[in-house]
C-alpha cells in the first residue's frame, strides 16, 4: 500500500526531527496535502494511526490541511483550481497550466514536548 510507505516516512522524519532538538515525545504534528498528490487522504489517515505506534507520535495530535490544487495559465494569465494535472484553462482552453500549489505532501509543523 502506497500510504502506508508515505505514513511510515512521515513518522521517520517526524521522529528525527524530534530527535535532533532531543524531544522524547511529539505533541503535535501538522501535515500539508495537495489534491494533486496522489494520495488517498482515508487511507493515509488509516495508514498514519497504525505508522505511529510505538512511535514518538504515538499520542501526538496530527493536523491535517488539504491544499486545493490552484494553477495558473501559461497563455492568459488565469489562475483557477485544478482537478487533475491535465486540466485545461476555463478561459481561453489552452493546456499551457502551470501548477502552482497542490501537489504538496509535506511536514509544515512539528510541537515536541
Ligand atoms: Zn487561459
Redesign the pocket.
Known sequence: MHELAIAQSIVQLAEQNARENQAQEIEELELEIGSLAGVEIASLEFALQCAVKDTMLNNARIIRHDIRAEGR?G????RFFVDTLFSP?P????YAVNILHGKELRIKSIIVK
Open positions: 495559465c497563455d492568459c494569465e488565469t484553462c478561459r481561453c482552453g489552452s
